[in-house]
């Protein structure tokens, strides 16, 4: 038995997620409010039988770990972690390397708690932190502010925090890891942070992993400095206040990314706790795939000057290219059948008065905050705006550079109303013909459907048997194997009008595998042995040393597909049971969620026709 095997049969899936969502019994299963979406009505659903849950609403799914790591905002091995120790099992001894890896973290951690409660200390009694105390009151900040977001202030002295950490027990080698200290020329070392506002940068399970520091003195430069990279801090992977808004991310269904900490800190104590920020970097993939997992609708609002819109039209190049896509049939000129992706987004941005940022309105007019949010633009028009004041619209070229630049985000829109819409405004303010317009937005869109259609017909590989004992581990195998094959195996369910692969087509151990392997794909420099449990590790080992026959990529995508189909339909079919379960008991008591689950029961079917009939070709 694999330690996860171990985890899941020692915890009661009811019990673990009746710690966080009030359930009650509903026959054979356990009903309550679905803590993914706000929800009026219970559409979330346990299954003790199957250990397994799904919410009916927003179709989210799956079993005991997933959801630890979609409520918690976990990654897979830290879930592992944390279910494991809640189990009372001992996850298999890791190698030498990885634990004095995770020693050192954990060392760092602990230096840079014990840095956060002394500069926390600090601020709140020190004669010298006066002038810092009165900055905070002076911006309004409260009491509770400061203890939430744990401010701090660096005394204005050349080895103070040196001096303190070394008390502690923590070396000067330790406290150049972490960042704390910066090293002389010539030798010695000094306090990187002096007489400054100091901001500790959490991660998402809201454990200190650097420090964002604001000078007091107008004469100190730079304005803002932050901790160097290290082992536990990576800027472009970190997202500053994550930890206490993916809640409300959740509850408002809407995540509002600004610029700075304060920018994020007076919202969160006036109420608008959905805000996040990068790291002084534009918008990275890995922020987006963190804000996925929680909500898909994005608010951009950053400053209305030169440097934010180009900040902001880069996070949504960004947003384009990274966040999930749903798949439309289109036809080319011959009749066949292709796909196009539609954006599964909703991105909007709130330009701000000009001079004034997210805090400072808020504290000034919270009305005016609220109506520009309720009121942000949609990312066409916000684009379009932009081109018209960076091009010459009265100029042919500059007409063709604005409509080139639109072509890809009106494409994106999935209603078809919608997207005529937009190109009706967008040819009248250019003074051009929308059907031509409309004409060149279709061509665009078979030419696409004609290169994905064309990846897509190579010829199948049947008749084989899998060299591994189940079909979820045969496709990981291939995936392990020949990494290519996702892709290629992607495009192909792309025209069968079906979802991508992803975490739901994985269960219990392999699914942690599945996303072991997605983050070292997503982080080069990591291996399997870093992310993964000394028992799922050696299993993987043993999938790649069994033989495979020689083929090309496409032989072995068509594989994946079938294979992937293969469990799908199984699934398909069990889901499909639990509804109609739940179909019979609300009518037999006369439940009015009878018709939702019908509905559900119809959109189940529906998916699995298109799965048998994939299979079938």
């Known amino acids: 038995m694999s330690v996860v095997d171990e985890v899941k049969e020692r915890l009661d899936i009811v019990e673990v997620i009746g710690r966080h969502v009030h359930l009650q019994k509903s026959g054979r299963y356990f009903k309550g409010l679905c803590p993914f979406h706000t929800e009026k009505t219970p559409s979330f659903y346990v299954f003790p039988d199957t250990q397994g849950w799904h919410c009916f609403g927003c179709n989210k799914g799956g079993d005991l770990f997933t959801f630890v790591m979609d409520f918690e905002g976990l990654d897979f091995r830290s879930a592992l972690e944390e279910l494991a120790r809640r189990a009372g099992v001992e996850l298999q001894p890791r190698t030498p390397e990885q634990v004095e890896a995770e020693s050192e973290s954990e060392r760092l951690r602990s230096l840079l708690e014990a840095a956060a409660a002394y500069y926390h200390t600090l601020l709140l009694t020190a004669p010298q932190a006066a002038y810092a105390r009165a900055y905070l009151e002076k911006r309004g900040?409260?009491?509770?502010?400061?203890?939430?977001?744990?401010?701090?202030?660096?005394?204005?002295?050349?080895?103070?925090?040196?001096?303190?950490?070394?008390?502690?027990?923590?070396?000067?080698?330790?406290?150049?890891?972490?960042?704390?200290?910066?090293?002389?020329?010539?030798?010695g070392t000094f306090d990187r942070f002096r007489n400054r506002l100091m901001i500790p940068i959490c991660d998402r399970r809201g454990r200190v992993i650097a420090f964002g520091g604001r000078v007091l003195n107008p004469d100190d430069q730079p304005k803002y400095m932050n901790s160097p990279q290290s082992v536990l801090f990576d800027k472009s992977n970190v997202l500053f206040g994550y930890h206490l808004a993916n809640q409300a991310i959740r509850e408002a269904d809407?995540?509002?990314?600004?610029?700075?900490?304060?920018?994020?800190?007076?919202?969160?104590?006036?109420?608008?706790?959905?805000?996040?920020?990068?790291?002084?970097?534009?918008?990275?993939?890995?922020?987006?795939?963190?804000?996925?997992?929680?909500?898909?609708?994005?608010?951009?609002?950053?400053?209305?000057?030169?440097?934010?819109?180009?900040?902001?039209?880069?996070?949504?190049?960004?947003?384009?290219?990274?966040?999930?896509?749903?798949?439309?049939?289109?036809?080319?000129?011959?009749?066949?059948?292709?796909?196009e992706g539609r954006l599964k987004a909703d991105i909007r941005v709130v330009v701000l008065p000009e001079g004034r940022d997210p805090d400072e309105l808020i504290l000034e007019d919270r009305a005016r905050w609220e109506q520009l949010i309720a009121n942000s633009q949609p990312i066409v028009r916000f684009v379009f705006e932009q081109l018209l004041k960076q091009e010459d619209p009265r100029e042919p070229k500059g007409k063709a550079r604005i409509v080139d630049a639109m072509?890809?985000?009106?494409?994106?829109?999935?209603?078809?109303?919608?997207?005529?819409?937009?190109?009706?405004?967008?040819?009248?303010?250019?003074?051009?013909?929308?059907?031509?317009?409309?004409?060149?937005?279709?061509?665009?869109?078979?030419?696409?459907?004609?290169?994905?259609?064309?990846?897509?017909?190579?010829?199948?590989?049947?008749?084989?048997?899998?060299?591994?004992?189940?079909l979820e581990a045969y496709a990981l195998t291939l995936f392990l194997r020949y990494p290519e094959t996702?892709?290629?195996?992607?495009?192909?369910?792309?025209?069968?009008?079906?979802?991508?692969?992803?975490?739901?087509?994985?269960?219990?151990?392999?699914?942690?595998?599945?996303?072991?392997w997605l983050e070292m794909s997503a982080h080069p420099e990591l291996e399997l042995g870093d992310v993964l449990p000394a028992d799922l590790l050696e299993q993987v080992h043993t999938w790649m040393a069994t033989p495979l026959p020689d083929m090309p990529l496409e032989q072995?995508?068509?594989?994946?597909?079938?294979?992937?189909?293969?469990?799908?339909?199984?699934?398909?079919?069990?889901?499909?049971?639990?509804?109609?379960?739940?179909?019979a008991e609300a009518q037999g008591e006369g439940d009015l969620k009878a018709e939702r689950y019908l509905t559900t029961l119809q959109r189940l079917s529906a998916t699995l026709c298109r799965v048998q009939q994939a299979l079938s070709r």
Do not use: C
Request: glycine share 8%; no cysteine.
């Open 407 to 470: 072509l890809p985000l009106l494409n994106d829109i999935g209603d078809s109303v919608e997207r005529e819409a937009y190109v009706q405004d967008i040819a009248l303010r250019l003074g051009l013909d929308a059907r031509g317009l409309l004409d060149r937005l279709r061509v665009r869109e078979r030419a696409q459907a004609v290169r994905r259609q064309s990846a897509v017909k190579a010829p199948g590989a049947a008749g084989r048997t899998t060299p591994v004992g189940d």
């Open 486 to 516: 996702l892709s290629l195996a992607d495009t192909q369910l792309d025209a069968a009008q079906l979802e991508r692969i992803n975490d739901n087509d994985f269960t219990g151990t392999n699914r942690l595998i599945w996303l072991a």
């Open 141 to 187: 900040f409260t009491l509770e502010t400061i203890k939430t977001f744990r401010l701090g202030y660096s005394l204005n002295d050349w080895d103070a925090t040196r001096a303190y950490l070394f008390g502690k027990g923590f070396s000067v080698a330790e406290q150049l890891k972490a960042g704390m200290l910066v090293e002389r020329e010539g030798g």
């Open 556 to 583: 072995w995508a068509r594989d994946a597909v079938r294979t992937v189909l293969r469990l799908r339909e199984k699934r398909l079919r069990d889901i499909s049971k639990h509804t109609q379960s739940l179909v």
């Open 254 to 339: 809407a995540a509002i990314i600004v610029e700075g900490y304060m920018d994020v800190m007076i919202p969160h104590q006036a109420g608008y706790k959905n805000v996040v920020a990068p790291m002084g970097t534009a918008l990275t993939e890995a922020h987006l795939q963190q804000l996925q997992r929680l909500t898909k609708r994005f608010i951009l609002a950053l400053d209305p000057d030169a440097a934010g819109i180009h900040g902001t039209l880069q996070g949504l190049e960004t947003a384009r290219q990274t966040l999930d896509r749903e798949w439309d049939a289109v036809f080319d000129p011959r009749g066949l059948v292709g796909v």
